[in-house]
């Protein structure tokens, strides 16, 4: 933690206010919960450790079940959770390290890894949900002539008009992708409708995919559900309403479409390729989608910066998780430069991608 | 925070072991920043960090009846941060990324440009190898931290943590013979560090 070396070390990225209180709210209410609520650390071989995450996840469960309404509903393929009804009062379920999936009135909800959303309302007075954090993929019925479906993501708005999206929540920015139908975003006083195969991302409407769209379910996850803070967790005493469903697979998401840099992106003066280089570079972490097209821009536009630029982008792509679209420039490097200074790198990210495949 | 600072670290381990939420507070506040550097040295970014940082809270106010006095309370909660990292590592398939902010008064955009494209490329060298080997690395060339300072939090011995970093250092030097920005980053870093000549 030496001063000196923050020339060579850049500094540590701080955490904006927002995310410590939400850290502190979370960890006194974790605190306060009943320890099975909880994820303990452990390894990844401990064998007593899904058991007791199923028995956590059973005893949120139950408890959920007994603050929730009940509904009657009986979906063909359960998932974790189902809250037909809706719920009176807001709720927060959290996912662990794995998707996991919930009914929520007539709304099927995807949850992503490390994600947290809170849950108000129902089909009748209209649903009012908050991407606490992380992912979330939604499939919602037509709301012609219904109550209003509605996804808040810090300072934006997400209203359903009939439609299968994903919303992802980093720090106070979002990015909405809709697979069908139609949505309706509104973030600092604007308003744009997002239809299918458009992806919403800073207030820019473009066709395309969101990176990382996870193409299938892992194994189900336990869901921990927390109460309101007003109201203490029961005593379990009932078997739970809620079972642990198996794992749910499901079709990938819209097709990705890769956008190629235009004329338009070009710069008009004098074209200095390291300069581009860097402010690619200088892009990565608050405009990832625009870094990527820089970096492919240079890598078309100056040979001698291709070899640098075409690896850089195979590298942000796999980084974010675009695991098809890093797959796909790793091998557009490699034919390219196939003794290129990044090809042994290159390599070893397909490797990575595909760990059955040996890369020649 | 006032009221931690006049009491030794053994009396507020004990407050916060008996459930006394102002002292976890207090304790919390002291030590976050310190605890969250020491999780984003061993992993490169703030990807995760709030769940590892939630985590790591969690297993200290837990297990914090077991704190001996050994090490400052600050050092014993980076200790274990440095479990939770190394715990989080080995169970999950890592994902190197370097998200890093340009600061406005830093000495030069293309310097910083450098470091960061360097480190990005540090850590995803260091995500292929060993986690333990790796925590070592970050914590002793990286971060810059003794090596009697990186055994206390990993709970090593001064003779493993040494053959740790001399391993991952070895390691990155195979990957930095065909990287020369690579190369001239981890020369840099460890010049003026133990235990990687």
């Not at chain 1, 630029?309 to 098809?324: E, I, P």
């Not at chain 1, 490699?334 to 495949?357: I, V």
């Not at chain 2, 370097?98 to 450098?114: F, G, K, M, N």
């Amino acid at each position: 933690m030496r001063d000196d070396r923050d020339d060579l070390v850049p500094p540590v990225e701080p955490l904006p206010d927002l995310t410590w209180a939400r850290l502190e709210r979370r960890l006194w209410q974790s605190l306060d919960a009943p320890p099975v609520a909880e994820v303990a650390p452990t390894t990844p071989r401990a064998r007593w450790r899904w058991p007791v995450l199923a028995a956590g996840a059973i005893a949120a469960a139950a408890a959920a079940a007994i603050l929730w309404p009940r509904g009657d509903a009986s979906p063909a393929s359960p998932p974790a959770l189902s809250m037909p009804g809706g719920t009176a009062s807001p709720a927060r379920v959290t996912s662990a390290e794995s998707p996991t999936s919930l009914a929520f009135g007539d709304a099927d909800i995807r949850l992503g890894p490390h994600s947290a959303l809170f849950l108000s309302g129902d089909d009748q007075r209209g649903v009012d949900l908050v991407l606490d954090h992380g992912r979330a993929h939604f499939e919602v019925a037509p709301r012609v002539g219904r109550a209003p479906f509605v996804v808040h993501v810090g300072a934006v708005r997400v209203t359903v008009i009939g439609t299968g999206f994903t919303v992802i929540r980093d720090g106070e920015s979002a990015q909405v992708e809709v697979v069908h139908g139609i949505v309706e975003v509104v973030a600092d006083g604007r308003r744009d409708r997002v239809a299918a195969g458009q992806v919403w991302d800073h207030g820019l409407v473009r066709d395309g995919a969101l990176a990382g769209t996870p193409a299938a379910v892992a194994p189900q996850p336990p869901v921990a559900v927390e109460p309101p803070p007003v109201v203490a967790p029961p005593v379990v005493a009932a078997p739970p309403a809620v079972a642990i469903a198996p794992p749910v697979r499901r079709a990938p998401t819209a097709p990705r479409v890769e956008r190629q840099p235009t004329p338009a992106d070009e710069p008009t003066a004098a074209f200095d390729p390291k300069a581009a280089y860097a402010a690619a570079a200088a892009l990565e972490s608050q405009a990832p989608d625009r870094a990527l097209a820089a970096y492919l821009a240079l890598a078309d536009a100056a040979p001698a910066w291709a070899d640098a630029a075409l690896f850089a982008a195979a590298r942000l792509a796999f980084d974010r998780g675009d695991s098809a679209r890093g797959k796909a420039l790793a091998s557009r490097y490699l034919r390219r430069f196939p003794h290129g200074r990044n090809a042994l790198d290159a390599r070893a990210l397909l490797e990575r991608l595909s760990p059955t495949t040996r890369v020649e | 925070m006032a009221a931690v600072s006049r009491t030794s670290d053994a009396e507020v381990a004990e407050l916060c072991a008996r459930g006394d939420r102002a002292a976890q507070r207090d304790l919390f506040l002291r030590t976050r920043n310190a605890v969250h550097h020491t999780l984003y040295r061993v992993l490169g970014s703030n990807r995760d960090i709030e769940d590892l940082l939630q985590e790591t809270y969690l297993a200290v106010f837990r297990s914090i009846g077991n704190y001996a006095g050994r090490s400052s309370l600050l050092t014993w909660c980076c200790s274990v941060a440095t479990h939770v990292a190394l715990s989080h590592l080995r169970r999950k398939k890592p994902v190197p990324v370097a998200h890093l902010e340009i600061e406005s008064d830093a000495p030069s955009t293309d310097q910083v440009v450098r470091a960061r494209a360097a480190l990005a490329r540090l850590y995803h060298a260091l995500d292929r190898i060993d986690p333990t080997q790796r925590v070592a690395f970050a914590l002793a060339v990286i971060d810059g931290r003794s090596l009697a300072e990186v055994a206390e939090m990993t709970g090593a011995s001064l003779s493993a943590v040494k053959t740790q970093v001399w391993r991952a250092k070895k390691a990155i030097d195979k990957r930095a013979a065909v990287d020369p920005l690579l190369r001239d980053y981890v020369t840099d870093l460890a010049r003026d560090a133990e235990g990687v000549a």
